[in-house]
């Protein structure tokens, strides 16, 4: 069955930096875009940051409030895709979660809490 495992989360000083991972397994990972959400308490779920599929020949996407600060980026060897997190603002503050979209059905990890405080 599908999985996905998060982890990489903390607490970190604003201005600091993050790598987040998630570890997939149960599909052929290089075949599927994987995408990072985040939700704030209160709030909805909002994407983040999309990476294609290998053979797609699409590019990364980005919230406009994270370009320049967050990247995505895969490794279709070792079936995770990581979410490095620059800069961090308090408002980054969210659970951090990955998302798979598997012949037609979303499936997700746990999340990870990232919490941007001084």
């Known amino acids: 069955q599908v999985q996905l495992v998060e982890s990489g989360g903390g607490l970190v000083q604003p201005g600091g930096s993050l790598r987040l991972s998630c570890a997939a397994s149960?599909?052929?990972?290089?075949?599927?875009?994987m995408s990072w959400y985040r939700q704030a308490p209160g709030k909805a779920r909002e994407l983040v940051a999309s990476?294609?599929?290998?053979?797609?020949?699409?590019?990364?996407t980005y919230a406009s409030s994270v370009k320049g600060r967050f990247t995505i980026s895969r490794d279709n060897v070792k079936n995770t895709v990581y979410l490095q997190i620059n800069s961090l603002k308090p408002e980054d503050t969210a659970v951090y979660y990955c998302?798979?979209?598997?012949?037609?059905?979303?499936?997700w990890g746990q999340g990870t809490q990232v919490t941007v405080s001084s």
């Open positions: 990476i294609p599929s290998a053979s797609s020949g699409g590019s990364t």
């Open positions: 149960g599909f052929t990972f290089s075949n599927y875009a």
């Open positions: 998302r798979a979209r598997v012949l037609g059905s979303d499936y």
